[in-house]
Structures are given as C-alpha cells and as structure tokens.
C-alpha cells in the first residue's frame, strides 16, 4: 500500500511517499481501515525533529488523525466492512488500572498511532474496535479526519481538567492551532466567554465568526492588558496554553486568583519556571492533559452528530504533496 512514511528523524525532508507492506488484524476487535483522509498535527512535526520517548521504527508511517471505511474486521468488532468511521488515535491496554477506571490517556501503556505506532497517512490502517466512530451525517471525509485529536484533547483540557463553567472567561493562546479552535467551540459550547490570540488577523476573524468574545493579535497586542480589562481588573478563570515557553510568563500573568492554567503542549519549547509564591499566594491549578478518554471521544462524537462541534478545514493535498503540507503547517 502508498503511505506517507518518515526515513529517520531530521527534517521534513526525511519524509516521503513509498510503498509499504499493508497492515492485517491480529486482535478479534482489531478492524482494518480504508483511510480516505489523514489530518495533520503538530505531534507529526515532533516525530520528524525526534521525541525522545518515541522510538519508531523506520520506514514509519505518520499521521494520528484519520478517517474512512472499514475494509475487514474482526470476529469481536461490532463494525461492518462499509461503514463510515472517524479514528481516536489514542491506543490503551483496557487492563491496568486506569483503563478499568474510564481513564484511558492514563493507561501505562497508552500509546499514539504516527508516534508509537504505525500512522494514518496510508492507504489501510488497523485499530481496535473501541477507537472507532461513526461519521456524522453531511460531515466530509477531510472534516472526519480532523476531528478527533484536537477535538479530543480540548475536551478533556476544559471539560475533565479545567471543568471550565457558564459564564467563566477562558483564555485561549494560538486560536489558529487545531486544539486552540477546538478549545474555542467548546468554550462557546460551554457558555463561557473566550479571550483569543493568534499572529494573524485573519485567524482571529475566523474566531470571532466561531463566536469568540475576543481576539488580540498576540505580535502587536498586549494579551495580559487586554485579559485584564476584559475581566474588571480580575484575571481570566482559565487559561488554555498549548505554547510552551512563549506564552508562559503571560499565561500566569492573565490567571485570576484561584484559576486554573491548562496545558497540552509546548509547540516554543518546555522549559518554564514557575515562581512558587505567586503559585500559593494566587492559589493557582496548573493541570496537564493529553488526549482524552473512550467516554470522552463518545461524548465529542455525539456533539458531532448533534452538529454543534465540527471541525475547521484549511486545505485538502494529496498524499503525494503530503511534505509541502507539513512545511505550511510548519510555517504557522
Ligand atoms: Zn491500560
């Protein structure tokens, strides 16, 4: 089968299209997928650069995000070869402890298909039956695709982590980035009030029609000012960082007293220092959160098909021009 595979770590000229053996069910539940779309993510640019916990094995697949028809499935899998499915990327052993509490992206062994296993930017992929959802209704196959992984990862980030309330102001840094537009509808969804950045205008325009209260373009504005006298002085209840270095002097900075600053990422680099008299004198949270959990996926699944979470396209390419994309998500 084509695939878009990596040769080794580097840079984005390590990856290139090539013909792989196809994948094949191993597991009763297992299902084999027609991927029609795979979306891009950020994690796909770490694996190009290198991730030291991550060893894959080369050629390797990339890709977590994918959606398409299933081709064959196992004996246990309740899936139909036809049906039309969106793929959680997030892989759990559903025996340890944290599987048997519903808390899936704790699992000791959680693992991520295009970083410890094999991607979706390939003709077929395997999953177990447990990772699949079904395709809404008018939702196009690149919209499927890009759901899940942002999607997925705001949810928890807001919901499960941050239990981000009605009428609450979110700050949320990089509303251009998959998760901070995710973060954003489901922000709206909540009934909060989000506070937006970017470094570009015309991605706090697509905010604004997305119903952020606020957009500040984080190049020329002053995002702590803005936070400040958006909220009586206060401070935002929240804060959704996926940045990293950059952002973290503002992000505790625009923190009320007692708010929860939220973090999934860290695109500018990880290293960050944390005062820890600001930490109790404030009386801050500061929470970490990755993927999210089978009953997570369900929930962000039927707000799909309920249509009131649906994922932003920005552009379609063949999987021949797969590196040029990855060098415009790159490029910001
Ligand atoms: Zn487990």
């Given at each position: 089968m084509r695939a878009l595979t990596l040769a080794g770590t580097g840079g984005l000229e390590q990856l290139r299209v090539q013909d792989v053996p196809a994948p094949e069910l191993r597991a009763e539940d297992d299902v084999l997928v027609r991927v029609r779309c795979a979306a891009l993510n950020r994690i796909d640019l770490w694996m190009v650069g290198g991730l030291p916990n991550a060893r894959p094995t080369f050629p390797h697949i990339v890709g977590s995000d994918g959606a398409g028809e299933v081709e064959a499935a196992g004996p246990a899998a309740r899936w139909r070869p036809g049906d039309r499915v969106l793929i959680n990327p997030g892989l759990s052993c559903g025996r340890c402890a944290a599987c048997d509490a519903g808390?899936?992206?704790?699992?000791?062994s959680f693992a991520i298909l295009g970083e410890h296993l094999p991607g979706t930017a390939a003709e077929l992929v395997v999953v177990p039956a447990g990772n699949l959802g079904r395709v809404p209704e008018g939702m196009a196959w690149s919209e499927a695709a890009s759901f899940t992984l942002a999607t997925l990862t705001a949810w928890r980030m807001l919901t499960g982590r941050a239990r981000l309330q009605a009428g609450e102001t979110v700050l949320i840094w990089g509303v251009g980035g998959g998760v901070g537009l995710a973060a954003l509808q489901i922000a709206v969804l909540l009934g909060a009030r989000a506070i937006v950045t970017s470094g570009a205008d015309e991605k706090l325009a697509t905010a604004i029609r997305l119903g952020a209260a606020v957009g500040v373009n984080h190049r020329s504005g002053d995002v702590v000012a803005v936070v400040r006298e958006e909220t009586g002085g206060r401070g935002a209840d929240v804060v959704v960082d996926c940045v990293g270095e950059a952002t973290w002097t503002g992000s505790q900075r625009a923190l009320r007293r007692g708010g929860r600053l939220v973090v999934c990422g860290a695109t500018t680099g990880p290293a960050v220092t944390v005062d820890l008299r600001r930490l109790f004198w404030h009386q801050w949270t500061i929470l970490g959160s990755t993927m999210g959990s089978r009953r997570d996926f369900a929930e962000i699944v039927g707000l799909a098909h309920e249509g009131r979470l649906w994922p932003v396209v920005d552009s379609v390419v063949p999987l021949a021009d797969g590196a040029a994309a990855y060098a415009r998500m790159q490029r910001g």
């Open positions: 808390d899936e992206s704790l699992c000791t």
